[in-house]
């Protein structure tokens, strides 16, 4: 089956700076890949995704990159704010109807 | 959008007991549903994937006869933990795939305390 390694567990930033959260996926048939936020006690929430078909997205300040050939795709957060300061998961999935595998999640501590 | 109910939010109850968590997708329709156990600090992990009309797929080591999975209706999909001990308390939380558009969509989820 799938599996995501997702790094580093933990990461601390300064307000302002950027923030990168790395991951690789083992299954060549993945095909998509959502982000999610997660505060304490609440469900996570989708932030950014990519289909296996883009190499990069970007929304505002959250930007994701696929490298399909070496299996990796990265999270960046640029201008980091410190109610960025959340869990972030990585995940892969096929697609359609087909379950989400995660990463360990990374916990993104923004210094005021 | 598409949203994802669940049912209660958080549940009390006594060791050997049996708790249901009720998952509903509020404005489409779901032939698949996913439930995730969260234990605290780490990962949302896969316990099995709930079809309408027929019986759960349930990931390795889940025991499907203690984590019971219905889903009578497009629309609804339950999970009941049955004889319930302090190691299954945990955060249970569903997710729903809108007509297989990619987009996953999580239940506010149900964080269960075992006594």
Not at chain 2, 18 to 24: A, D, F, G, Q
Request: proline letters at 4%.
């Amino acid at each position: 089956g799938e599996n995501v390694e997702q790094h580093p567990s933990t990461l601390s930033v300064q307000e302002g700076d950027s923030a990168v959260i790395k991951c690789t996926y083992s299954d060549s048939a993945s095909n998509y890949f959502p982000w999610y936020k997660q505060e304490l006690g609440k469900r996570p929430q989708l932030i950014i995704d990519i289909r296996s078909n883009v190499g990069e997205k970007k929304d505002q300040r959250i930007a994701v990159t696929l490298n399909k050939t070496a299996k990796h795709f990265s999270l960046h957060i640029t201008e980091t704010q410190p109610e960025d300061s959340a869990v972030y998961f990585c995940a892969a999935s096929k697609g359609g109807y087909q379950k989400v595998t995660f990463g360990i999640g990374t916990k993104l501590q923004v210094i005021p | 959008g598409a949203v994802v109910s669940q049912h209660p939010s958080w549940v009390i109850c006594k060791s050997g007991t049996s708790v249901k968590i009720e998952c509903r997708s509020l404005d489409f329709q779901a032939t698949t549903m996913f439930w995730y156990r969260q234990f605290p600090k780490q990962s949302l992990m896969l316990m099995a994937t709930s079809n309408e009309g027929s019986k759960a797929t349930y990931e390795q080591g889940v025991e499907k006869d203690k984590f019971l999975i219905n889903h009578a209706s497009l629309t609804l999909s339950t999970l009941t933990v049955t004889s319930a001990h302090p190691e299954d308390s945990s955060f249970y939380i569903c997710s729903a795939d809108k007509q297989g558009n990619y987009g996953y969509t999580f239940g506010s989820g149900t964080r269960l305390t075992v006594v």
